[in-house]
């Protein structure tokens, strides 16, 4: 790689050194590890460059002031070899403009290492993520870890969309602040949120979320819709997939029931499956087809979610939420995303994480070529 005296390189913060000694060849070897790699490089002289140059790729310097620094210590040509090794290795960056800044936020340094680790640009990596907007519905269990993650991973925007308010079954909510009773899922949220210190920007919706012109104008300036299932009415899970597809937005829905929670699967591509065509396979290969059939379309009938049906642990709602968050940091940087076209399974008593294949429904309502238009 070629070298400009201008540039300004800074040593990984994650990247540890060790120089072992001589061996009988004379020659010494310094050895770079990270939690996912490690390098060897052998020489003569080796301390030399960890006492000497390491410790001026602190990005205040530029190289030719590192140049001037070291003097005749070491000739220009072994500290090019030594500056383009590292440079060719991804084992120094280019310096920060605005580091102060995020020194501020030191919580985000581990994740951007690993950025870096899995070959991205630190920061062209985080702007990605500090430019998302993403819009969570449901908040009352899965959701808010969901929301709490995809801030603390600097995700710039997510939108709290929420009408309900906060129960005492709702623990992950409530915890021992009873006075938190009463009020809104969403501004709680946002409060967790703004605890964290971070960058993202929350929004509050806490509007009746019952019809299409209502909702419409929370899915045409976002990323990503992450639904809850767990935390919705049945008849508003529906009511995102049939838009998303109409808007052509990413939907991913999830949530936690009884002993296992469920991530996906990710509604975008037409010629993909959308949610109702996973819902009435699921209905289809129950047990009981007909009575499982018979509370979908009861509980589609009520515009309110139903906790009081959901049993659930906790637990199981922070691990869907934490999946959920995780597919959507993956899809703002283009990594394969586990629900793309698949169900992720969680058992709870198995400890068990199966991914599923969903298969297309033909004639589903929302997804094939006629689709079912309307308020409902």
């Known amino acids: ?27 010494e070897s310094m050895i770079f590890n990270t939690t996912r790699r490690t390098l060897r490089v052998q020489g003569q002289a080796l301390h030399n460059v960890e006492k000497i140059v390491l410790p001026l790729l602190d990005g205040d310097r530029t190289i030719g002031e590192i140049r001037d620094a070291i003097g005749e210590q070491l000739t220009d040509s072994s500290l090019n070899q030594c500056l383009e090794f590292l440079m060719d290795n991804r084992l120094v960056e280019e310096s920060w403009e605005d580091r102060d800044d ?26 990605h993520l500090a430019n998302a907007r993403i819009a969570v519905f449901g908040l009352g269990g899965s959701g808010l870890i969901a929301a709490i993650n995809l801030a603390t991973a600097g995700i710039g925007f997510v939108r709290l969309c929420d009408d309900a308010c906060i129960l005492p079954a709702d623990s992950l909510l409530s915890g021992s602040g009873l006075n938190k009773i009463g009020a809104f899922r969403g501004v709680e949220a946002a409060r967790q949120i703004e605890a964290i210190g971070g960058v993202t920007q929350t929004e509050i919706v806490t509007d009746n979320l019952n019809d299409d012109t209502t909702i419409n104008p929370l899915l045409a300036d976002v990323d990503l819709v992450i639904v809850a299932t767990d935390a919705v009415s049945v008849n508003l899970a529906y009511r995102l997939n049939r838009l998303c597809l109409k808007m052509q937005r990413p939907l991913l ?28 396979r699921s209905m289809a290969c129950s047990k009981f087809p007909e009575a499982e059939l018979a509370v979908e379309q009861l509980l589609n009938r009520e515009r309110r979610s139903q906790p009081r049906l959901r049993e659930n642990l906790p637990i199981g709602q922070m691990l869907v939420g934490s999946y959920m968050a995780l597919d959507a940091v993956k899809m703002m940087l283009g990594l394969p995303m586990a629900t793309d076209g698949k169900l992720l399974h969680i058992d709870l008593l198995s400890t068990k994480l199966t991914h599923n294949v969903v298969l297309k429904k033909p004639g589903c309502p929302h997804c094939s070529g006629k689709q079912v238009t309307g308020n409902r």
Do not use: T, W
């Not at 201008?6 to 020659?27: F, K, T, W, Y």
């Not at 469920?262 to 499956?273: I, M, Q, S, T, W």
């Open 1 to 27: 790689m070629k070298l400009n005296d201008g540039q300004r390189l800074r040593l990984l913060e994650h990247v540890v050194i060790n120089v072992m000694p001589a061996d009988c060849s004379g020659e």
């Open 102 to 127: 995020l020194d501020s936020r030191a919580y985000l340094l581990p994740q951007i290492s690993l950025y870096h680790e899995l070959g991205f640009n630190q920061k062209d990596a985080q702007k």
């Open 253 to 280: 829905p999830g949530g936690a029931a009884g002993i296992e929670g469920n991530v996906g699967p990710l509604v975008f591509a037409k010629d993909g499956p959308c949610y109702l065509c996973y819902r009435m």
